[in-house]
């Protein structure tokens, strides 16, 4: 099998942990490793290092570079982002030839997944039914009316080539208002598109050409030069030049090749804020649930989340619910449950001409 | 004139901000100015600088003598704090016998005062009051049910030495409760207790020859070697076995000597915690009831104190009624209604083996 991690994304729904030159998948917010870390790791069993393709962006190709360390996945530098459809095109094409009809996992690189055994078994599971020609979405099915996510609707129907419960998609659905939310979970008919699939680099390359014509032609004219001299000087004018679309819209709602959804039970979040983080992490919280660094003191506090990347002693007196990002430039006192809006400061900092701090 | 300003005093109630090393005198919380510096300032009507006597503990001679500067203040060290008895006998001591009959201030260094003149005022008819022999307190008349102060009560009956406002005190009364504070409210003679008061050096060491002989017997070592190479080692020697005791208790209680009140309006306070801080620089919060440091960033932030001695920026998002302080190695986060506990974070700390940052 191969992979493409994506990690070209640049967020700043973490700040000031999260900054633009340290995005979230570069940041230690699950566990002891970076969440890019956790992401390669989880690819282990079901391949070795050196079918993984990791895409980055320039500005992040260093820190990239220490985290994978003496592994030997390949990493491919964007020099700007160009959405995921030119991503997952400059992955495929650098595929060997004789092996595109390998299954591929294409995955972000900056979410959290509970139980990594149940997950592999889902991408095996998917990996199989891919090899009947179809691209294979995993869809979580949802336990709350989340209105933060994009769904999957899928048909209804027997499943297909012998997984009982996968299902043909029908369309992808944008995120809903609260009502919508809330009627989707009885449907079992609507699944949280967590933007993880399995096809395969022949598959995908041709997807490319048939849907995205113009994406195919600048991909075409970077392949020429793949192993030569001139490969860095190519990707520096070509890639800029090309489509910025997803590969949802891009390829998934116009291809007529199959399309199938299994859905997949593996503790998954795409940690969109602070509150996501929290709720996540609840159950290593301290008996008045507060999630706290090292040598914290606490009086009357509760249901907090302190994050530090200081050494920086922290102390809470009669506070609820609030997130503390403590770094050595920036501090972030918030209500917990507000914790979405932390973009909006960014933006007011920007203004204020901070932009050296976002 | 002379004065006595005292500022041996150690507290942890504005803690981080405040340390063992750095009491709350040596803090720029009110101004760009310590309170330590405000003090002197508030005496530069009165006397000339060589006239005060600033009492302070060994741990803070360096610092004084920084925030002296050139001023021609005299700095008194205390190996140990021996309480308000001790060291103004020691400061009483250094009067030139032929000045002790003088005016003589003594004052906290620690307390905020919002207008200067009326202070001045005040301590001015105090100082007339006092050449006739008496202790003449500054009283404050209460503008709330405080149960955080000492009162003092006066004696109906009408002015003294011509002073229409003066009354004679009938005793101190501790910390009231609630109930009984708000019943002081509408007495008339019951004024807050805020430590500052008129006598000369001749009267105050008759006084603790009185009241106090074994503190006298001390002072009487010590006065021997004032001016001489030994003073240094006889203050090591003597101080720590001084009696430790307040001038209220040790004096104002037991003397027969006449002591007089005066009430002073002139917007005191003794910043006992962070929320009186707040309270007492509330004019100067922004539209939305902050005040913060310079740069900081915030959204739909209500009525927060944040106070920085780093150059970090700090951003504050949905939270209402907090206080922050940043520091190099600690930072607080605090409910500001519940900040006298400020100084239970620091007995935990204590307990935690982190005296290091108390």
């Known amino acids: 099998m191969f992979a493409i991690i994506m990690a070209g994304g640049s967020g700043t729904r973490f700040w000031p942990a999260s900054r633009e030159h340290l995005p979230k998948q570069f940041l230690r917010i699950t566990s002891g ?3 890019f ?3 390669l790791d989880r690819m282990r069993p079901l391949m070795p290092d050196q079918n993984i393709y990791v895409v980055v962006n320039r500005a992040h190709e260093e820190i990239t570079h220490r985290l994978v360390g003496r592994r030997q996945a390949r ?4 020099p700007v982002g160009r959405n ?3 991503c997952i095109g400059l992955a495929a094409l650098h595929v060997p030839e004789n092996q595109r009809d390998e299954p591929m996992v ?6 959290f997944i509970a139980d990594t055994d149940q997950f592999v078994r889902s991408l095996s599971v998917a990996a199989d039914l891919s090899r009947t020609g179809a691209i294979v979405l995993l869809g979580i099915p949802p336990t709350r009316p989340e209105t933060g996510y994009g769904y999957i609707e899928v048909e209804t129907g027997p499943g297909y080539a012998g997984v009982d419960t996968s299902r043909r998609m029908k369309q992808f659905v944008e995120k809903p208002d609260p009502e919508t939310a809330l009627s989707y979970l009885s449907t079992g008919r609507h699944l949280w598109n967590a933007g993880i699939f399995i096809s395969n680099a022949r598959t995908l390359l041709i997807e490319i050409e048939r849907c995205m014509p113009a994406l195919h032609d600048g991909l075409r004219e970077l392949a020429k030069s793949i192993g030569q001299e001139s490969y860095a000087a190519a990707v520096a004018e070509i890639y800029s030049g090309l489509e910025s679309i997803s590969i949802d819209y891009g390829i998934m709602e116009k291809t007529c090749a199959p ?3 299994l859905p997949g ?4 979040s795409d940690i969109g804020s602070w509150q996501a983080l929290y709720d996540l992490r609840r159950d290593q919280a301290d008996t008045r649930g507060n999630l706290l660094p090292e040598g914290a003191v606490t009086l009357h506090a509760e249901g907090n989340l302190v994050f530090s990347d200081t050494r920086r002693l922290v102390a809470l007196l009669g506070v609820q619910r609030l997130v503390i990002v403590d770094t050595p430039d920036a501090l972030l006192v918030a209500d917990l449950n507000r914790s979405q809006d932390v973009k909006k400061l960014t933006e007011i900092l920007k203004e204020k001409g901070r932009r050296d701090i976002c």
């Open 33 to 35: 490793r970076t969440l």
């Open 37 to 39: 870390e956790e992401t």
């Open 75 to 78: 990493i491919l530098v964007e």
């Open 84 to 86: 995921t459809a030119a």
């Open 106 to 111: 294409v995955l972000p690189s900056d979410h």
């Open 259 to 261: 399309i199938y959804v």
């Open 265 to 268: 039970n593996f503790g998954w």
